[in-house]
């Protein structure tokens, strides 16, 4: 026989919450890496 599927909720799943924390850190860092890029080669 086939087995029932199951489905969980996202939350339970992953055993906790997912803050969006990793996007601003990914977005600032972005940011300054481009800044400096720029000072570079304005400097340069």
Do not use: D
Not at 5 to 26: C, D, F, N
């Amino acid at each position: 026989m086939a087995e029932q599927e199951q489905h969980i909720a996202t939350e339970k799943a992953r055993a906790g919450s997912t803050p969006h924390i990793v996007r601003y850190v990914l977005a600032i860092s972005l940011t300054l890496a481009i800044v400096v890029m720029a000072v570079i080669l304005l400097g340069y």
